[in-house]
Nanobody, 121 residues
Framework: QVQLVESGGGLVQPGGSLRLSCAAS????????MGWYRQAPGKERELVAR???????NYADSVKGRFAISRDNAKNAVYLQMNSLKPEDTAVYYC???????????????WGQGTQVTVSS
């Protein structure tokens, strides 16, 4: 089994910062892409940022210049540093990873349970 566990969400004022963390555990052979998605009430889940195993990144236009994704391959972890937060960033944030399990021949996508980020004064 593989689990992704997120942490770091909360309530922050506009202009503030938060750092989300996500750690993968279990029978992991290899982790390919890792990323963060978010889903606001009444909206579809959307990609926020993604990072490859080699460190290449891409971001949603709405967060470019404000958010930074990084990863620690030794810890099977991915992070999202969120700066200059806006009320429209309010959503549940989900960690996602493309993982090859030990003894398996294919990669599968896994999701964390989600962490709430609320930006409000």
């Amino acid at each position: 089994q593989v689990q992704l566990v997120e942490s770091g969400g909360g309530l922050v004022q506009p202009g503030g910062s938060l750092r989300l963390s996500c750690a993968a555990s279990g029978s992991i052979f290899r982790i390919n892409n890792m990323g963060w998605y978010r889903q606001a009430p009444g909206k579809e889940r959307e990609l926020v940022a993604r990072i490859t195993s080699g460190g290449s990144t891409n971001y949603a236009d709405s967060v470019k210049g404000r958010f930074a994704i990084s990863r620690d391959n030794a810890k099977n972890a991915v992070y999202l540093q969120m700066n200059s937060l806006k009320p429209e960033d309010t959503a549940v944030y989900y960690c996602n990873a493309d993982i090859r399990r030990i003894g398996y021949w294919r990669d599968d996508y896994y999701w964390g349970q989600g962490t709430q980020v609320t930006v409000s004064s």
